[in-house]
């Protein structure tokens, strides 16, 4: 309709300039206006006429002249129009796994992106030249006119290399220039980095670059595991949790499956809501013996689906006695210190080392792995202190740290990544000092800097969870969102409560009093530097186990997630990097580590040697050089040539006291490689990914149902040689047709008032 009345599309309006093409001044044209509404002023003055259809006339007779006058001075829209056989389009044809999937039973993507191809407008040499390369694996060019039947037999590519094929076509020379460049594909990158240098590098290029997305957004009647969020070290027979990222769309209900080979470590059916694309579901089981473990996560409905690849995922468990350690310092001997030893006593992955002060100069260890540990009461150096992975400290006085143990403490969050629990007491928190020490700093809140502070009460009250609190995973006393609210609910009251007073600001209030009107945080959580550091006012919760019947293990569950959650995020000195737990279709697998001395400053060497058993049980070694952006960094590769799990095994050289006896310290890391299965996930259609780069480049997106209008895109929008032409408008059927109507108006009014 645009194009009947203004005889060019909207796209030429919105890309070109208007001009008059007989170069007569427009002040010209101004004054021609100007004489000829004076003269039709005069005119109608001198008739007997209502002063309101002087103007109608006037109005009409103006816009007849106007339209003349504009034909006369001859308007047109100046563009620049690609030089007819001059220029280059390249087209990238996506020929990937997921480029060979139907959607509803209509052809495949690929079908649908080749006959586009095919078409002589976008093909025609008499205005570019078009090259045409395939998109799998690799940049193949393909020779015109492209076979849609032999396409379709081809064999589809396991991964689409959208990124650095895109940048190799802009980066080759040309005889001719390279006007644009167009991708046909779904948008299922998963072999590139796109790092910020890409797109800089692609944006700098200067060609656009327009995009067709094929596929739909919402792959319907398949549910997909997309990911298993899980460490990969457990303890013996510890209870191992894994969320899974779930993708569902209409589907009301899955079946979750956990299998280690034959043996099926857990299994339920979860419903979900049909409401949303997307859920996360928590899966407990047990880690078993010490040894590698294979895990096999799977997922089901009762629909039968066209892709089942993307309902598993693998996932490789390290099951091993190698608990994580917590220094317990606590200043009395008291019912909480009981507690929560006993709570973890049995508890795989945690080992508490406590120091007890029993008399003014006497302190009991506990838990100690030799007679010289702890020795001396509180670790005097940093390498001592920062050889554990979480600190509590119960009510016990600042002063008992001299200023050099108390920065150590407080560098213990900031700098080794540990996590410290400040636990509520007469001689702790702000009544112990604690807020004028150096540690205040790393706290989640601002404790009472008074000398004489007695904010330690003698006062039984509720503890529930936060709004946050209910949302923590660590704190949950049951999977069931009601039956965690009835337990809270349901647990004894604590007997004491200690002012923590301000919360900083970025902290989290996890549990509160729940007294109405006189509600007090009671655990509050905060990040600080590498590690996080905690608050519990309160050292009563031993009557929640007391309180309770004697098979209850709600306070157990507690403390045994807590403390598990307190380690988990500790640093250790010897870590990989950004490793993904499975790596599908990839060809290298990228090694990054970071190797930290006892004191966690960067453990600086040339290179390092790591060994890979392959899937086959072969021991490759590789080097890692160091990154000189960043000291105790080391990166390198290996390669991925046999399917399954990949051992990472490495050897690094400390110092420090903390280290005596061992001259090293080693990490292991299972990762997994698998072959045809990254095309099958997250297969729908990326259209952001596709609308980005249109728009880095200056180019343009169309959906499928629109990939008619690309010849007029190409035309309108390239960076080839072009020339400029001028498009008249003076014919436009929009003129003729007011010029007609005004005339003819104005005669009809003129013959219905008798005015001719």
Partial sequence: MFELFLKYPVSTWRHADFVWSTGWPVLGLVACLAL???????????????????????????????????????????????????????????TSQSMHASDNGAQTRLSDASALLDSDSLTDSALFDATVFSVGDELVQQSLPLNPELLTKQQAGSRSAIADSLLSVLESVNDQALAAVVVLSDGADNASDMSSQWWQAIKTAGVPVHTIGFGKTVVENDVELSDVMMDAQAGVNASVSARLRIVHHGHAAVRVRVESGDELLHAESINLNPDLSESIHTVSFNSGDAGVTNLQFSVSSNDAEENVVNNRQQRVLNVADQPKRILYVEGEPRWEYKFIRRAVHNFAGVEIVSLLRTSPNKFYRQGVSSAKELADGFPKTREALFAYDAVIIGSLEAVELNVEQQANLRDFVSVRGGSLLMLAGQNGLGDGGWGRSAVAAALPAKLSSSSNARDYERVRVMVQPTTQGLRTPWLRLDEDDEINASAWSDLPEVNDVQSIGEVKPGSTNLLATSQVGQSRPVLVWHRYGQGQSFILGTSGTWRWQMGLPSDNQWHEIFWQQFLSHMVAGSLPQLSVDNAQAIYRDAKEIPISITARQADFTPLEDGEFVVTVTTPSGQDIQTSLVADIDQPGRYMGSISADEDGPYAINMMAPVSGEAQAGAASVGVERFLIKETNTAERFDAGLHREFLQRIADATGGQYLDAADKDQLAQVLTMQNAGITREELLPLWNMPILFLLLLFAKALEWFLRLKWKRL
């Fill in 36 to 94: 000829a509404l004076f003269l039709i002023a005069l005119t109608l003055f001198r008739q007997q006429l209502h002063p309101g259809k002087r103007v109608v006339l006037a109005l009409l007779q103006f816009a007849s002249i106007a339209t003349v006058l504009a034909m006369l001075w001859q308007p047109a829209l100046r563009i620049e129009l690609m030089q007819a056989g001059e220029n280059t389009v390249a087209y990238l044809l996506d």
